[in-house]
């Protein structure tokens, strides 16, 4: 049977949605056998071949030759066997292949065969957006703003054939995004639940500013500069803790680029967010001193390494610069290195030996293992 209509449609449909033609066949093939089972007294046994080449497609319905018929949906008899197929000798008990044409299939068969391929559609697209979004999982990808909404602010994005909903908590807090925009999204995670896969979209998570380093930097890509935590505040700043694996190789410079080049390419696209770049070190008093970054520290003491908690010394006129504006910059450092940052002046305070003396400041880090998951996410 020759339908050349069938096979462009087919063709058309997997060059648009990228589902397979052999996939759409055997969903053509599921409904023909449903239809056959119901108009056809619960026989679905049925041959069904295709010749995309041909544009051609054959449907048979599988009956067995009897002396006599009992039930026409399953038997045929010899003389009917003999001219369905003359160039065959048949016996009782043989099976038969008897042509069809779809086409006369009850109203109600034919019903069911079209719920059956639009179901196969709707499946096979919800397979290739899964697909298409496992595959860009934890990357970057450019996207495009497709509307907005203005009660809520968020945005659908199109990325590739499909969409994703990027929520205003997503998104950096300079962003004004517009229909149309050309938008850089990390996806952080693909959900399959009731609603079909969805992909977590998102500008705001460290996971954001740690790939675009990897795509910035050759080294950090090369593996040659480690990103071993990220701590960001969206928008506002974000903390870098890097190291390098090769002793020629400056870690810090190398994310910084020749004249900053390869930060302010990041900076722009963050909209200005202000990004401390430290090196990574074993020793948590290290690590923790230049956390603290841009202020200096005299020296950082272990108080307790079970809880994992310091006591951070800065000279008296570094004190607000280490805590940061409401906090942030001790709150990002915790959160960098995974350690309770009770930060002090050098002069230290009244009571300051009291037992129940409230620290300068005091914070409740991740845990660093934690951190640098958080920082995938």
């Known amino acids: 049977m020759i339908n050349k209509e069938l096979f462009e449609a087919l063709r058309m449909f997997e060059k648009e949605k990228d589902i397979p033609m052999d996939y759409m066949l055997q969903q053509i093939q599921k409904a023909i056998e449903i239809a056959c089972k119901s108009y056809y007294g619960g026989n679905e046994n049925v041959v069904f071949k295709a010749d995309p080449e041909k544009n051609s497609f054959d449907v048979k319905l599988v009956k067995t030759v009897v002396d006599e018929v009992m039930d026409p949906n399953f038997e045929v008899t010899l003389d009917e066997a003999s001219q369905i197929n003359k160039r065959k000798k048949f016996a009782v008990g043989d099976e038969i292949e008897v042509p069809l044409d779809p086409k006369h299939l009850g109203r109600i068969a034919i019903s069911s065969a079209r719920n059956v391929i639009r179901q196969g559609i709707r499946a096979g ?11 860009k999982m934890g990357e970057i990808v450019t996207a495009t703003v497709e509307r907005i909404d203005m009660k809520t602010g968020a945005a659908t994005i199109k990325i590739g054939k499909s969409t994703a909903m990027l929520p205003k908590d997503e998104q950096i807090g300079i962003d004004e995004l517009r229909e149309g925009d050309l938008v850089k999204v990390f996806i952080a995670d693909v959900k399959d639940n009731e609603r079909g896969p969805h992909a977590i979209i998102s500008r705001s998570k460290p996971g954001f500013v740690r790939r675009m380093f990897e795509n910035e930097v050759p080294e950090i890509f090369d593996g040659v500069v480690e990103i071993k935590a990220v701590s960001r505040e ?10 390098s694996n090769d002793p020629d190789i400056d870690a810090i410079g190398a994310c910084i680029g020749t004249r900053g080049a390869r930060v302010n390419a990041i900076v722009n696209e963050l909209g200005g967010e202000k990004i ?20 200096s520290v005299i020296r950082v003491d272990i108080t307790d390494e079970e ?16 805590i940061g504006n409401k906090g942030q910059n001790a709150r990002l450092a915790a959160k960098l290195t995974g350690w309770r940052i009770d930060i002090r ?5 009244y009571g300051e030996d009291e037992e129940d003396e409230a620290p ?14 958080a920082a995938e996410e």
Do not use: W
């Open 360 to 373: 300068a400041l005091t914070e409740e880090p991740t845990d660093a293992a934690e951190e640098i998951e």
């Open 276 to 295: 401390d770049i430290i090196e990574y070190n074993e020793d948590p008093g290290k690590f923790v001193s230049a956390a603290l970054s841009p202020a």
């Open 125 to 135: 697209e919800k397979g290739q957006t899964l697909i298409e979004f496992q595959s």
């Open 234 to 243: 969206a928008g506002s700043r974000t903390k870098l803790a890097v190291v």
């Open 307 to 322: 809880s994992r908690s310091c006591k951070a010394i800065v000279p008296d006129d570094q004190l607000s610069l280490a």
């Open 345 to 349: 002046p050098e002069s230290g305070f």
